[in-house]
C-alpha cells in the first residue's frame, strides 16, 4: 500500500493562512489524494480529494506537486474551530473496494 | 437526513458480555464500514460492506462479527467482550466503495469494558 507521511503536529494562529504537508513519495498514477479531519470528541469528516490537478471547495484547497510525490492542504483563514487532527490518505483508483485506511495524522492547534 | 446514526453513545461491559453496536445511514449508501479507535491513535478498519448480503474483514477483525441484511443497517456484534476492546467505535459510510465519492462518519460509541 502507498504511505503517506505528515507531521505530527503543526501550531498556527488564528485568521491566518495553513498549510499542512503530506508526502507520499511512491504514490502509483491510480492514487487519489483525499484529506479528512476529526475535530475533538467527533467522527472524521470529509475535507477534499484530488488525483492530479489543484481543487479548491468551500472547506479548502488542495496542492498537488507536479510529479504528485507530495501535497499541500490550505486552510486559507484559520479559525479556532479548525483545530483538529489532519488526516492524508491515498485510494487506489484499480481497488474495486478500495478502503480507507487512516494513519496517525497532523495535530493542528491554532492560537486566538 | 440524520446521516449516520450510531447507537449507543456510551457502553459499559464487563469481561465476556455480549453487546451489539448499531449502525444506520438514510442516505441509501451502499459501503458501510467500522473502525475503532484507540487513544493517541488513528483510526483502525475492522469490517466493512459493500452492499446489502456482503461483508468482509478490515486491519482488525479479530473479536468483531458484523451482518449486512439491509442497505440501511450494519451492527457490530461483540460475542465476548474483552478489556482490549475498550475503544472509541465509528461507523461510515458512502454512496459506492469508489474513491471518487466522500465518507461520512457517526459521532462514535465509546465502549469501555471492565
Known amino acids: 500500500d502507498a504511505k503517506t507521511t505528515q507531521p505530527n503536529s503543526m501550531e498556527s494562529n488564528e485568521e491566518e493562512p495553513v498549510h499542512l504537508p503530506c508526502n507520499h513519495s511512491?504514490?502509483?498514477?491510480?492514487?487519489?489524494i483525499h484529506w479528512y479531519r476529526q475535530l475533538p470528541s467527533q467522527g472524521p469528516e470529509y475535507v477534499i480529494h484530488g488525483l492530479t490537478s489543484n481543487v479548491n471547495n468551500r472547506m479548502a484547497s488542495l496542492a498537488i506537486a507536479e510529479d504528485r510525490k507530495s501535497s499541500t492542504l490550505i486552510l486559507h483563514r484559520a479559525t479556532l474551530r479548525d483545530a483538529a487532527v489532519y488526516y492524508c490518505?491515498?485510494?487506489?483508483?484499480?481497488?474495486?473496494?478500495?478502503?480507507?485506511?487512516f494513519g496517525k495524522g497532523t495535530r493542528l492547534h491554532i492560537l486566538p | 437526513n440524520a446521516g449516520v446514526t450510531q447507537t449507543p453513545k456510551f457502553q459499559v461491559l464487563k469481561t465476556g458480555q455480549s453487546m451489539t453496536l448499531q449502525c444506520a445511514q438514510d442516505m441509501n449508501h451502499e459501503y458501510m464500514s467500522w473502525y475503532r479507535q484507540d487513544p493517541g491513535m488513528g483510526l483502525r478498519l475492522i469490517h466493512y460492506?459493500?452492499?446489502?448480503?456482503?461483508?468482509d474483514q478490515g486491519e482488525v477483525p479479530n473479536g468483531y462479527n458484523v451482518s449486512r441484511s439491509t442497505t440501511e443497517d450494519f451492527p457490530l456484534r461483540l460475542l465476548s467482550a474483552a478489556p482490549s476492546q475498550t475503544s472509541v467505535y465509528f461507523c461510515a459510510s458512502s454512496l459506492t466503495s469508489s474513491v471518487n465519492t466522500e465518507a461520512f462518519f457517526g459521532q462514535g460509541t465509546r465502549l469501555t469494558v471492565v
Open positions: 511512491t504514490i502509483s498514477g491510480t492514487d487519489y
Open positions: 490518505i491515498l485510494r487506489d483508483a484499480r481497488n474495486r473496494d478500495d478502503k480507507i485506511i
Open positions: 460492506s459493500v452492499g446489502a448480503g456482503i461483508t
